[in-house]
């Protein structure tokens, strides 16, 4: 289990696309699609909806939101 993962996760969800948390990471999209893919797997539940206007929680997501965002406050 990566801390950078959760914080990929949390940037995907304040920009809403995998493209917009790639640019602001400095990461390539593929990289940020494989980083949420690994972790939806490590946490065995889908965290994000996608669909062409960029992404959205499930409701697993919104569940386990606020422990990543815990969890990654407390990494800092």
Known sequence: ????????????VSCG???????????????ISHAITSLESELGITLLSRN???VVLTADGR??????????AAHH
């Not at 990566?2 to 995907?12: A, G, H, N, R, T």
């Not at 569940?63 to 990654?72: G, Q, R, Y």
Request: with cysteine; hydrophobic share 40%.
């Open 17 to 31: 696309t995998f493209t917009k948390a790639a640019e602001a990471l400095n990461f390539t999209q593929s990289g």
């Open 52 to 54: 062409r206007g960029g």
């Open 63 to 72: 569940a386990v939101l606020p422990k990543i965002e815990k969890l990654c």
């Open 1 to 12: 289990m990566s801390i950078s993962k959760y914080q990929v996760f949390l940037k995907v």
